[in-house]
């Protein structure tokens, strides 16, 4: 696909950032986080930070690969 971001290495950070706080949300407190939610939640951002149509980076992995 192609997509356009005026700062790729601020972009880059914040995914990055949202990607480690999700992590450790998700090993400190799995029974409030759900591996899922995270997951979801981490592609929308990356989405919305990319200019991406909502499902683009949609996982075609089994569920739990």
Request: proline share 3%; glycine share 8%; net charge negative.
């Amino acid at each position: 696909g192609v997509m356009t971001c005026d700062d790729p290495d601020a972009v880059a950070w914040r995914i990055i950032s949202l990607l480690d706080g999700l992590a450790l949300q998700v090993v400190a407190h799995g029974d409030l986080v759900a591996r899922d939610d995270a997951n979801s939640w981490a592609r929308s951002y990356a989405e919305d930070e990319l200019a991406l149509a909502r499902g683009a980076l949609r996982s075609t992995a089994p569920h739990g690969a």
